[in-house]
């Protein structure tokens, strides 16, 4: 399938690694025009060093910039060209008990997991309007219903998204821009990786038993009873990032292999 991105320009916040590179991947195979995104000058060159493997003659940006720290994300709104698809996808989560969880990890949570797509979507969106055709995707999870006591702060600034997400899909009633919302499950990113590696070591089993055990003991209700490999979330985000996705708007696209219940 053809997902008419070529001449299209995506920026994808958070991606030198798991879901966020992995979408990058899949928009340069469409032959998308790429920016990414990372905290350090040198994790983005070795990110594009890996795509370049696989996609040597692609057009791909680097722009640094923590969006934790407010200096850093005003110099890359300076530095963006013209955005058509806008992946709000840079998070970060602290797993901690709610009564020991600082304000400061509260904060931080929030300004880099919600802040970051308030920032980019107020620069973005508006030139989008004028153009009459955008796409913006925000970065959910599964966190955002299912909530892990363990990890409140981040389910907040996940559910806060979906609320962002659908408020800004309504200002576009009309308009070739779409907005919606990506809600991935437990996906097998290179923490979740890490995740199982240590508790296999810890626990003398096989990487294996361990994730077999965490879907039957805690993400009970997943129907996938796996990690989903980040490819297959990003391939999904590419599909709604695309000219084909222009009738779905202000919606919630769940990739999360049914841990969330519901028929809607």
Same mark, same amino acid.
């Given at each position: +399938?053809?997902?008419?991105?070529?001449?299209? #320009? %995506?920026?994808?916040? =958070?991606?030198?690694?798991?879901?966020?590179?992995?979408?990058?991947?899949?928009?340069?195979?469409?032959? %998308?025009?790429? @920016?990414?995104?990372?905290? #350090?000058?040198?994790?983005?060159?070795?990110?594009?060093?890996?795509?370049?493997?696989?996609?040597?003659?692609?057009?791909?940006?680097?722009?640094? !910039?923590?969006?934790?720290?407010?200096?850093?994300?005003?110099?890359?709104?300076?530095?963006?060209?013209?955005?058509?698809?806008?992946?709000?996808? @840079? =998070?970060?989560?602290?797993? %901690?008990? *709610? *009564?020991?969880?600082? /304000?400061?990890?509260?904060?931080?949570?929030?300004?880099?997991? @919600? +802040?970051?797509?308030?920032?980019?979507?107020?620069?973005?969106?508006?030139?989008?309007? /004028?153009?009459?055709?955008?796409?913006?995707?925000?970065?959910?999870? &599964?966190?955002?219903?299912?909530?892990?006591?363990?990890?409140?702060?981040?389910? $907040?600034?996940?559910? !806060?998204?979906? %609320?962002?997400?659908?408020?800004?899909?309504? $200002?576009?009633?009309?308009?070739?821009?779409?907005?919606?919302?990506?809600?991935?499950?437990?996906?097998?990113? &290179?923490? !979740?990786?890490?995740?199982?590696?240590?508790?296999?070591?810890?626990?003398?089993?096989?990487?294996?038993?361990?994730?077999? &055990?965490?879907?039957?003991?805690?993400?009970?209700?997943?129907?996938?009873?796996?990690?989903?490999? @980040?490819?297959?979330?990003?391939?999904?985000?590419?599909?709604?990032?695309?000219?084909?996705?222009?009738?779905?708007?202000? #919606?919630?696209?769940?990739?999360?292999?049914?841990?969330? =219940?519901?028929?809607?």
């Amino acid at each position: +399938m053809d997902l008419q991105l070529k001449n299209k #320009t %995506a920026f994808i916040s =958070g991606s030198t690694a798991g879901i966020g590179f992995a979408t990058a991947r899949a928009l340069l195979k469409e032959g %998308a025009r790429v @920016v990414i995104n990372g905290r #350090t000058e040198e994790g983005i060159n070795l990110a594009i060093d890996k795509l370049k493997e696989d996609f040597p003659n692609a057009d791909i940006l680097g722009l640094p !910039a923590d969006f934790g720290i407010l200096k850093e994300v005003e110099s890359l709104l300076q530095q963006l060209p013209k955005i058509d698809i806008l992946i709000n996808n @840079v =998070g970060v989560y602290k797993s %901690a008990s *709610f *009564f020991e969880s600082s /304000d400061e990890d509260w904060y931080r949570q929030f300004e880099i997991n @919600v +802040m970051s797509g308030v920032r980019l979507s107020k620069y973005c969106l508006p030139k989008m309007l /004028d153009a009459n055709w955008g796409r913006v995707l925000f970065i959910s999870s &599964e966190c955002a219903t299912l909530v892990p006591t363990d990890m409140i702060a981040y389910s $907040m600034t996940k559910a !806060a998204i979906l %609320a962002i997400s659908r408020g800004l899909a309504q $200002m576009t009633k009309g308009t070739r821009v779409t907005i919606n919302t990506i809600l991935p499950g437990s996906t097998l990113s &290179e923490g !979740a990786e890490q995740f199982l590696e240590q508790a296999a070591i810890k626990e003398e089993k096989t990487k294996e038993q361990v994730e077999t &055990e965490f879907f039957s003991d805690v993400r009970t209700t997943s129907l996938l009873q796996r990690f989903a490999k @980040v490819e297959e979330v990003a391939q999904t985000i590419a599909y709604f990032a695309s000219p084909l996705s222009s009738a779905t708007n202000g #919606t919630v696209i769940k990739v999360d292999g049914g841990s969330t =219940g519901g028929i809607l």
